[in-house]
């Protein structure tokens, strides 16, 4: 497979492999190596950086990590793929540069996605693209060459469909309404469908170290009721990130159980700028998972000029 049809091809497999190697440690990546061994495939994860999901917030992605590890997926960081041969028997063999040799039946690169403007003819029409081949375009997506407009992934902003659609409709109010509309591209909420999932929303602890000087950080890692009641070790992570200079919550991370869905409506509390005192106010669901959001009156700890204290 190649990155760019992973998702498809994965589908239109002939029969499902009895193992397989994922290079790469992005959404896509780690979404697929969970799939295919809750299927009962033997999945090995491989990637280059030192940790899986690099742009999230340590806690989700390394808590993320320990869970796939215990499952049963064999994760590879700091590593690559060398070369891949077929064997005589149709099986896969993969060098990799620190782990030896992998024997399996597939492979599935997916590595991540560069804009695909090649052939387009883009050069002709005196339309810019910068290094990596995305169009260049200004606030309210209009390229270098009037009446050229670019939308979406090709423009390497925020390769997310709720994101493609929402500078459409930018546009839209734009040219066809004549109501000047940028696209809105800060707290945009997202999900990884792991399994544990990941919902997320605004900065993770390292970004905001370093855009505030003092944050107030709230965490909660407990086994949901399901969990305890079922015997299963399963285990949930919650965080809120406040700016101590004006008590926003600045960004919320959860790692568990429809966590996609909770992001969702957190992206509305921090779009409305709402602070951790709104989030104090507010009256907890019995029994519920989320209300550990609601629960949380002390910080966990401090991170003053980067560093963490307390």
Not at 122 to 129: K, N, P, R, T
Not at 136 to 155: E, K, M, Q
Not at 200 to 222: H, N, P, W
Not at 243 to 257: E, F
Request: aromatic share 6%.
């Amino acid at each position: 497979m190649n990155c760019a049809s992973a998702r498809n091809e994965a589908f239109d497999l002939p029969e499902l492999p009895k193992s397989i190697v994922i290079a790469g440690g992005g959404y896509i990546a780690v979404e697929f190596a969970n799939i295919f061994h809750g299927l009962g495939v033997e999945t090995t994860l491989i990637y280059r950086g030192k940790e899986i999901l690099s742009r999230f917030d340590q806690d989700m992605r390394r808590g993320l990590h320990a869970a796939m590890e215990q499952k049963g997926i064999r994760i590879l960081c700091e590593d690559v793929l060398q070369s891949i041969t077929r064997n005589t028997d149709g099986r896969l063999t993969a060098e990799t540069l620190k782990h030896g040799t992998l024997v399996v039946d597939q492979v599935m690169l997916a590595l991540g996605r560069v804009p695909n403007t090649k052939g387009l003819g883009l050069e002709a029409a005196g339309v810019a693209v910068n290094e990596r081949g995305a169009i260049i375009i200004d606030a309210f997506s209009r390229t270098s060459t009037p009446g050229i407009y670019a939308l979406g992934d090709v423009t390497d902003r925020v390769q997310l469909t709720p994101v493609a659609i929402h500078e459409a409709m930018c546009f839209i109010e734009t040219e066809y309404k004549g109501n000047l509309t940028s696209p809105d591209h800060d707290l945009i909420a997202t999900a990884v469908f792991s399994q544990p999932e990941i919902g997320t929303v605004g900065l993770s602890e390292e970004a905001a170290a370093k855009k505030f000087e003092d944050l107030e950080i709230y965490r909660a890692e407990f086994r949901p009721m399901k969990a305890t009641l079922s015997g299963r070790s399963e285990k949930t992570i919650m965080k809120l990130i406040v700016n101590v200079a004006d008590c926003k919550v600045v960004g919320a991370h959860i790692l568990g159980h429809e966590a996609g869905e909770m992001a969702q409506l957190l992206g509305i509390t921090l779009k409305a700028g709402c602070t951790k005192d709104d989030f104090d106010r507010t009256m907890a669901v019995h029994p519920t998972a989320s209300e550990e959001l609601v629960t949380m009156y002390s910080p966990t700890y401090r991170v003053k000029n980067g560093q963490k204290v307390g």
